[in-house]
């Protein structure tokens, strides 16, 4: 006989969790320099649009499937009658791992921050950019050391994640994510008057509010939607997972669009504090300067409010909880995956993926100061390249494997499985979606036709990387 899978204890605690899933590092740490590179206001727009018609959509269709299958997400196609289907669920996974290597290194360096900004605040303050380099090894004028600093955080933050893994779905993520993400959300606004009443910002307020095309290219559209469906946490097959915890009594249209809001309004939140922030703070020179962006530009919104000091260790806090909850998300799909294909016992599997993604993402780490680690790129207009290693590593899985698996996504819901279904399964329970007919045009012919002409324009007309 089968064994019952878990489910969530209440309703809200899958809202909290599906968005605890989907708020986390993506919008603060990556959309802000994401927005900036993509011109400002253009790319916020873009974003939206994309996140309305793609990404609501996409997240919709996964959590049917996985509803209706209540499996794993490999599993999923074959329940489903279709094995040939697999290879989506092998790419959500793939993408997943990927992910998750780099994923809990940034987790360790927020960790690093709180730690930071409750012992030596005035050292952040002193020289914010010197403080992020540091951490990764840079010790000024190339010279370099091992890192050991971030990735011991990220090491610890690993073990947090494992352990709240192990304990299992309703005890862990649930809980978790009851007062983070309203706190979050909280801070995020206070922070966001203090970011906008900073001298200089405005010219950063602008930027966030002007169309500038000039910036624009198929690239942008690529770098919007990578972002986009990772910020969602969808395109790695996570929503899957979550919908099948999920019971048939969940209305999950309502569901997405309260998550995608969230996420959404938490990502521009952050954008129009960081922007602004970089703006006031860094200077023209240092704009644009990579992965230290939203960590170095803060320091000066924190020195510079009263308390600034409380709030930081406040904001990295909450940073941080968002952060274990997305990474839990990944690792619990992994996981769940791996127990359920192989019969492998949950506490072994859990410990031994997550000791192996830590180890890879070392790399990552490495290559963001230290040492000159590189991955391999190719595209029409640069041919070869040799990005960094961590350029590389996000290159992959937001603009390969997340979009190659939400395309599959869109192609067996819209064609082999029917939107039929998918409909049926979200008005299961005498639940009513009006959107249904819009929701079958989108996931049929829109959506596969948008992602498809994205990916292979990007890759003819050329990336950024350099
Ligand atoms: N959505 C998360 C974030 O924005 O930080 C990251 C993420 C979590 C991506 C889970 C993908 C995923 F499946």
């Not at 624009?216 to 910020?231: I, R």
């Not at 190659?404 to 005498?430: T, Y």
């Amino acid at each position: 006989m089968e064994k019952k899978r878990p489910q969530w204890g209440s309703k809200i605690g899958f809202i909290l969790a599906a968005a605890g899933s989907a708020v986390g590092l993506g919008n603060i740490w990556k959309f802000p320099g994401r927005a900036f590179e993509g011109g400002g206001g253009s790319f916020l727009l873009i974003y939206l649009l994309i996140v309305l018609f793609l990404g609501a959509p996409l997240m919709l269709t996964e959590l049917s499937v996985g509803r209706a299958s209540q499996t794993n997400i490999v599993g999923t196609f074959r329940r489903l009658g279709h094995r040939r289907f697999s290879w989506v669920g092998l790419i959500g996974i793939g993408g997943a791992f990927v992910i998750t290597c780099y994923y809990c290194h940034v987790g360790g360096w927020v960790l690093r921050y709180v730690l930071g900004y409750a012992t030596e605040a005035p050292k952040i303050y002193a020289d914010s950019i010197d403080y992020f380099y540091n951490m990764l090894g840079y010790h000024g004028e190339g010279a370099t050391i091992f890192p050991w600093v971030a990735i011991l955080f990220a090491a610890i933050f690993m073990t947090l994640n494992a352990v709240i893994i192990i304990r299992g779905v309703e005890s862990g993520i649930e809980k978790f994510n009851k007062i983070g993400m309203p706190a979050l959300f909280l801070l995020l606004l206070i922070l966001l008057v203090r970011a906008v009443t900073l001298d200089g910002s405005q010219a950063g307020l602008h930027y966030m509010v002007s169309l500038d095309w000039s910036k624009v290219s198929f690239d942008t559209f690529l770098a919007a939607l990578g972002q986009a469906f990772y910020s969602l946490s969808i395109g790695v097959s996570i929503m899957i997972t979550y919908g099948s915890y999920l019971p048939r009594t969940e209305n999950i249209a309502r569901n997405t669009a309260v998550v995608c809001a969230m996420d959404t309004l938490v990502a521009i939140l952050a954008g129009f504090i960081i922007v602004p922030a970089v703006f006031a703070t860094l200077g023209e020179q240092q704009i644009g300067k990579g992965g230290g962006f939203a960590f170095v530009s803060l320091a000066k919104v924190f020195e510079q409010m009263p308390g600034g000091t409380f709030f930081g260790v406040v904001f990295y806090l909450l940073l941080l909880f968002a952060a274990l909850s997305s990474c839990m998300s990944l690792v619990e799909s992994i996981v769940a995956f791996l127990t359920e294909h192989f019969s492998w016992q949950r506490k072994g599997t859990t410990i031994s993926v997550c000791a192996v993604m830590f180890c890879i993402g070392c790399l990552y780490t490495c290559s963001q100061a230290a040492y000159p680690i590189k991955g391999v790129w190719f595209d029409a207009a640069n041919g070869i390249t040799f990005p960094a290693f961590c350029d590389f590593m996000e290159f992959l899985t937001d603009r390969i494997m997340i979009p190659v698996c939400a395309l599959g996504c869109c192609i067996f819901v819209g064609w082999v499985w029917k939107p039929e279904k998918a409909i049926a399964e979200i008005e299961q329970n005498g639940i009513r979606f009006g959107l249904a007919r819009t929701y079958s045009i989108l996931v049929k012919y829109v959506a596969p036709l948008a992602i498809l002409t994205i990916l292979v324009m990007s890759f003819a007309t050329g990336s950024t990387l350099s």
